[in-house]
């Protein structure tokens, strides 16, 4: 499959759910707060860093058609437009 077999929501439903159940746990470390997260929801594979554009890259490079869901790590969107970021709640 690759990200054009998925519709937006589907990727945001395989995404968020593989971070709440098998993910979430490994990353939210302190050193994590606040890092990107990009999970290539087919296989669960992620990259962490500072930007989401070269975490997905990297995930791209494994699997060239990956459907990618990114998130920020602890809070509850990735940037924030004339607001604020809302860190989540363990």
């Not at 860093?49 to 490079?61: E, K, M, N």
């Not at 809070?75 to 363990?90: D, H």
Request: overall charge negative; charged content about 25%; glycine content about 8%.
């Amino acid at each position: 499959m690759s990200y054009t077999d998925f519709t937006s929501q589907e990727v945001a439903q395989r995404g968020k759910e593989l971070y709440e159940t098998s993910i979430r746990t490994q990353v939210e470390t302190i050193e994590n707060i606040g890092k990107i997260i990009s999970i290539d929801i087919e296989n669960g594979n992620y990259e962490i860093g500072d930007d989401p554009v070269v975490t997905s890259r990297r995930l791209q490079i494994k699997h060239a058609n990956a459907a990618i869901w990114t998130e920020r790590i602890g809070f509850n969107a990735v940037y924030a437009i004339g607001g604020t970021l809302m860190k989540v709640e363990q």
